[in-house]
């Protein structure tokens, strides 16, 4: 390999390194590049200076090969590493740009038999007994029939599979119970089973089975289950109803193993309807919401990778216990916790879990309580979820939507008004119910009124919106109408919005005298704040209204905010940015959180500003810092492009 080869191989890598530590940073793209460059300083730049010199120096030739080894060794690793993060990528677009950048290193290199070979390698070179013996694709023509062994095992010493795998199930009643365990030995005779069952009585006496009564469905009971033996893995049952020969341990095996994976599931089938669904879902934590789609984005043997999974699954004995004892939930609700957990957890790396599309699990159908899906699950079951991960919204598949209050899923506003944090959906409706309470009041009595300062900016920027990390609202009003603001307007507020207006505010030494505070000052006059529920809503009474000037249009300028159009400043962008600065549509915190005494100060350019970090009490889907840029609007949309 040449000198320029070597060069650009040297690149590749440092390329896609800076693709994976962050694009858009020009501090990792110069570290990457320049330990790239070292390494080729130390090894193939020195073999071009020594050519030079080759005559002069009498270099040995096996130096210089030793030198050449050296490097390609320092390659290989880098294709060893990018290999193993095009395993582990959850983004196809990531898969994508990490195999782009392999070929760049080697154009002969596959995917598929780097991992084969390696995997290959290792069992050849490992002494100890296989948990599972591998197997081979035979011929699909031997198999036209019911393609039901076409995959063949390859004999092995291996450990048996009773020493690896006990079976935990949940029955609703002892004859439900007796029906599943018979249905289970006759695949597998001899393998351990824990069951819990309802009822108190006493149920069939099964050989190898301990049964556990009065238990319900609930987190706890699972974490009782598998305390009881020591097996490495255990098949969690949930739901499970009938068991056949497609509940493939050997093959959820070959899988844990040849992936790397934590969780191995599969598809399910409704008893008694026969409904199959391939049970893999997606996951998404963010804007105070939780999002559940199903479908994957990766695969690999035939396995979809999921943030959760429908059906029972086959996960280290250790791991489900460690996992499984922080929820309090029950039924269907303790595994979505838990899945949920696994997929979202900031303070370590995400574990992997997966679904494969040949193992299939029979599960409770809609007869059952036990057999709704995510989808049907009602909304008052979803209440629990709602309060422990302090989401006000859920989203599942279809057109399904749960909403809250923040009363009713027990999210504290003052908790979210922290430097670092976005505040809750439902906190900002608050905040929106209040705005639009005065506006409707002040349009339906002629007064003036539009809406200024940061309420401005977070309806220009985020179109129709307020600021993730609003604290207050500012409204501007005619206060030549003070006497509509506070008696009827008042009233209303307080009779039909349940508002009280406090009381006035002062500016200047002229208080209700509006004809000498407009001669003799340029702000305004008086002031009110409305309390409403965690919020306050600042309201200046102005001797002059800007928003009434048209300029010769026939109409004012009016803006959205929070689904209603209101009278605005007649360019509501020029008034955002001559107030903020030319970075107005680019993030800063509100001013509070900076430590400065007024909002005057030239604070609003994101290059004196950024975001805060993010207190440790706070969830860590509501933190700046790890989840969202300073710039840009989608970020904070419902359904994100």
């Not at 400065?596 to 805060?612: E, M």
């Amino acid at each position: 390999m040449n000198y320029k080869q070597k060069k650009l191989q040297l690149l590749a890598v440092g390329t896609m390194l800076f693709v994976l530590a962050g694009i858009g940073s020009k501090k990792p793209l110069a570290m990457i590049l320049t330990a790239s460059l070292r390494i080729h300083e130390n090894g193939t730049s020195t073999r071009h200076s020594q050519e030079k010199s080759w005559c002069l120096q009498c270099v040995s030739m096996a130096e210089e090969k030793v030198r050449l080894t050296s490097i390609e060794r320092r390659l290989t690793v880098a294709q060893k590493k990018l290999t193993k993060a095009y395993r582990l990528a959850r983004s196809a677009e990531t898969r994508k740009l990490i195999k782009d950048s392999l070929q760049l290193l080697e154009p002969e290199l596959k995917i598929d038999k780097t991992e084969d070979a390696q995997l290959k390698n290792e069992a050849e070179n490992s002494t100890e007994r296989k948990e599972v013996c591998d197997e081979y694709w035979g011929n699909p023509k031997e198999g036209h029939v019911d393609f039901e062994h076409v995959y063949r095992t390859i004999p092995c010493d291996r450990i048996p599979i009773t020493h690896l795998v006990e079976i935990l199930i949940y029955a609703e009643s002892c004859m439900q119970g007796e029906h599943l365990v018979h249905r289970i030995r006759a695949v597998y005779p001899d393998i351990s089973i824990q069951m819990a069952i309802t009822p108190q009585g006493v149920c069939e006496v099964l050989n190898g089975v301990q049964v556990h009564y009065g238990l319900k469905d609930v987190a706890s009971t699972w974490i009782r289950l598998s305390d009881i033996q020591s097996t490495k893995y255990i098949l969690v049952g949930r739901n499970m109803v009938e068991f056949t020969h497609y509940a493939d341990l050997d093959r959820m095996l070959r899988v844990m193993n040849s992936l790397q994976v934590d969780i191995v599931g599969g598809a399910v089938r409704l008893e008694p309807e026969g409904r199959w669904y391939a049970g893999c879902y997606q996951t998404n934590v963010r804007n105070f919401t939780i999002r559940i789609q199903p479908g994957h984005d990766l695969s690999s043997h035939s396995c979809a990778y999921c943030d959760y999974l429908a059906s029972p699954f086959l996960i280290q004995r250790n791991l489900f216990k460690r996992i499984m004892n922080a929820s309090k939930m029950e039924g269907m609700m303790s595994f979505v916790d838990m899945f949920l957990h696994l997929a979202h957890s900031h303070n370590r790396d995400a574990y992997h879990s997966v679904a494969c599309v040949d193992v299939l699990f029979h599960v409770a159908g809609h007869q059952s309580s036990r057999g709704h899906g995510v989808v049907e699950v009602p909304k008052s079951l979803w209440v629990p979820i709602a309060s422990q991960w302090k989401i006000d919204r859920i989203m599942l598949a279809g057109v399904v939507e749960h909403t809250w209050s923040c009363e009713e899923v027990d999210i504290q506003c003052s908790e979210f008004v922290v430097a670092g944090v976005i505040a809750p959906r439902c906190c900002l409706e608050d905040l929106a119910y209040c705005v639009k309470a005065f506006l409707n009041l002040t349009a339906a009595y002629n007064v003036s009124a539009f809406t200024a300062e940061g309420t401005n900016v977070g309806a220009v920027k985020i179109y129709g919106g307020i600021l993730p990390w609003e604290r207050d609202a500012d409204i501007y009003w005619d206060v030549y109408k003070h006497d509509l603001v506070r008696g009827p307007i008042a009233n209303d507020l307080e009779q039909k919005f349940n508002l009280k207006l406090g009381p006035v505010i002062y500016n200047t030494e002229y208080g209700d005298d509006i004809e000498k505070c407009a001669a003799h000052y340029k702000q305004h006059c008086l002031a009110y704040s409305i309390q409403c529920n965690f919020w306050h809503v600042e309201v200046y009474g102005l001797p002059w209204i800007i928003a009434d000037n048209t300029y010769g249009l026939e109409n004012p300028t009016q803006i959205a905010l929070n689904g209603l159009w209101t009278m605005a400043m007649p360019n509501p962008g020029r008034a955002a940015r001559q107030r903020y600065g030319d970075n107005v549509l680019s993030h800063i915190e509100h001013w509070w959180t900076y430590n400065l005494q007024t909002s005057w100060t030239r604070w609003s350019n994101v290059r004196r500003g950024k975001f805060h970090s993010c207190p440790p009490e706070v969830p860590k889907h509501a933190c700046l810092v790890e989840n969202f840029l300073p710039y840009g609007t989608l970020q904070f949309q419902d359904v994100p492009i």
